[in-house]
């Protein structure tokens, strides 16, 4: 080392363990004055906080448009990053430490000028260069990451297992493994020029300008961390002069920088700066292990199927080492790398099967770790009043999905709720709505919850709103109520308010629901529009707000839909039928909510009535209007029969009748339930008589026209459903026989003929034991066996 001349160049591969260690011991060996990292130099400021306790890798730089907080750039840096190894050592010795890649502020705006390109590679000669793939070609493998490992990651762990832990690289040049690189590096520069990286010429320009400002602070001592495919450039000759030319009149955007959490999961992602790792977790692994990295892997393995009730026993752990390092050895590899190790555990520990492998990757490979960032980090102030309001509901941000279940009755929960649904409508997705799991009450609430570090950049874009979660979400709402075009736009948001317990937007939203609602004279809109509020006066009720004015607009809607939607059902084609039909389902389960419950749902049952019954209402409307009618005890069954008959009497065109069977029986969009729409017909086989005469009538030349519908309606009953049809239809009708009571009579359709009083009784000490009523006699009949 004190022979070399001129600053010391470490070429490294971004979140490379084996290239981490090896800057480590490179450095321990210079003892260079200063250290200088590619990186946006607007963050030197920031970089002392890389010593904070409270700071832990995986941890990322982020730099946005201050005017656009929607151009933004990330520099990951894991705890087994080079630069991040370089950075602490630095720190941590006192040596001065720089940032010296291109200012965020030239790259963001180059990112967005079509001078400069969307920041995608150019290709040289159709082929856009992988610098580590070439090489890996040339030395005969045909997976550049195997020959990255043999060379460089393992090279570490080999040298630690003769000479001592990883780091200690006693009797071995520290710098060797660069120099190769380096002149690697530098046969690929001048063979492929800057290899269809367009803007690395400039990048490089802008570095040894830094590295010459540097030198002549610190001397020629200083080391550099930086992407392999720069040392070339970097050691080259060049003038100040031309370096300068290279950087004249680049566009320049104000950018603020800070430091942000990353996670595992997003490193193995193939996009922004220095991506395309697979595996992070078996990186971080290879990084911290001390010793013996693959028995330890093994262990960790073992550890996790154990959690997860598969049986691993020590002899599994043993033999899938043993295993791993001979398929190392006869692959000619000097350490098992990730492939040998997954092989093994696939034979050993899983029998052949590649089921627990996922989970070995999803939890393992790749991980959900996520990184941590002190408060003292800069951040706009809507970040910071997230912060606190996470820290206050113990809402802590995590990589991994996990399930929220809320009851809003407990005010911990109700506002978490509210922080969740302001967040949504700021567009921070941090949290998903999921199917309930404790119940459909609206009591209720159950979220999915996975942080993403992406969503810095959403609250950075939001915070134009408001410098609160609260104050955002209210100014946000206000706006889009004013700029909404559709009335069903404008309930949405009144929904979403309501939801996020945004009470000063609500006078502008109510406004403009009320101004949409007046003008929009499209029944269609008006029944689109009318759940959304009709929920939104549920959710009232659940959060203990006003919601007076909102049922008023809602009666208004339902009442203005009873009047066009006769006139609305006429004339239409086949899909405008189907659309309405949604409309129909919708609104007859909003009517139910809305404040003058009785008297709405008296003139919307008299607008089904006249659907059912009028012959120029497509057949999928009356069939449905009719059901309707029917669950709701408006229509009797004999009536239900009669409508049927009609529809499906030999006068009616067969696509029509099967129309008409669709809408009565099938499921579809806000239908009432498939499974509950088949089982009408398991359990009253009068129309199940009439559909099957039906369908047996329908001659051949009109059957495959009908075929789609019926096929449509049948499929979405669930399997149990389908199979109880067939054997009723196969049965055929049921014969009326003496029922076990004596009686003979008729029984209800679908039941057998009927009571067998003795069966019945049989139950009813069993239920009163159930209620806790029972008496001496029930326990006598009990003990008796009955």
Known sequence: MTGREGPLLLGVRHHGPGSARAVRAALDAAKPPAVLIEGPPEADALLP?????????????????????????????????????????????????????????????????????????????????????????????????RWWEDVVEHRTAVVSARHGPPGDTAGTDPVAVFDGLAEAMTALREAYGHGGHRRDPIREAYMRLQLRAARKTYGDGVAVVCGAWHVPALAAKSTATADRALLKGLPKVKADITWVPWTHRRLARRTGYGAGIDSPGWYGHLFAAPDRPVERWMTRIAGLLRAEDRIVSSAHVIEAVRLAATLAAMRGRPLAGLTETMDAVRAVMCDGSDVPLDLIRDRLIVGDVLGEVPDSAPAVPLQRDLTRLQRTLRLKPEAFARELDLDLRKETDAARSRLLHRLRLLGVDWGEPAAGRTGTGTFRESWRLRWQPELHVRIAEAGVWGTTVLAAATAKAESRAVSATTLAEVTALAERCLLAALPDALPVVMKALADRAALDADVGHLAQALP?????????????????????????????????????????????????????????????????????????????????????????????????????????????????????????????????????????????????DGMLLVHDERLLALVDAWLTGVPADAFTDVLPLLRRTFAAYEPGVRRTLGELVRRGPSAGVPGAGGGGEPGAPGFGPGLDEARADAVVPLVRLLLGTRDEDDDNLVGAGR
């Open 49 to 145: 906080l890389a010593a904070d306790e409270r700071m832990r890798p995986p941890v990322a730089l982020l730099a946005h448009a201050v005017d656009d907080p929607g151009r933004a750039a990330f520099w990951p840096l894991a705890e087994f990053s080079p630069e991040w190894v370089a950075l602490r050592w630095a720190l941590d010795h006192g040596a001065a430490v720089r940032l010296i890649d291109l200012p965020a502020t030239h790259s963001l705006a180059m990112a967005s000028d079509p001078t400069w390109g969307d920041g995608e590679e150019d290709e040289v000669d159709g082929v856009r260069i992988d610098p580590i793939a070439v090489l890996a070609g040339t030395a005969g493998y045909d997976d550049p990451e």
């Open 532 to 676: 959304a509020l009709a929920r939104s006066l549920r959710y009232g009720d659940v959060r203990s707000t006003d919601t007076a004015a909102l049922g008023e607009v809602a009666t208004g809607l339902a009442l203005r839909i009873c009047v066009g939607l006769p006139p609305a059902c006429t004339g239409l084609d086949a899909d405008g039928a189907a659309e309405m039909r949604g409309h129909l389902d919708g609104v007859h389960s909003a009517v139910r909510l809305l404040p003058d419950a009785d008297e709405v749902t008296a003139r919307w049952a008299a607008v089904l009535r006249g659907l059912a019954g009028r012959d120029s209402t497509p057949g999928v409307l009356r069939g449905r209007a009719s059901r309707l009618l029917l669950d709701d005890g408006r229509l009797p069954e004999d009536e239900a029969a009669r409508l049927m008959g009609l529809a499906l009497s030999p006068g009616t065109p067969p696509a029509d009748a099967a129309a008409w069977i669709e809408g009565f029986v099938g499921g579809g969009p806000g239908a009432s339930g498939s499974s509950g």
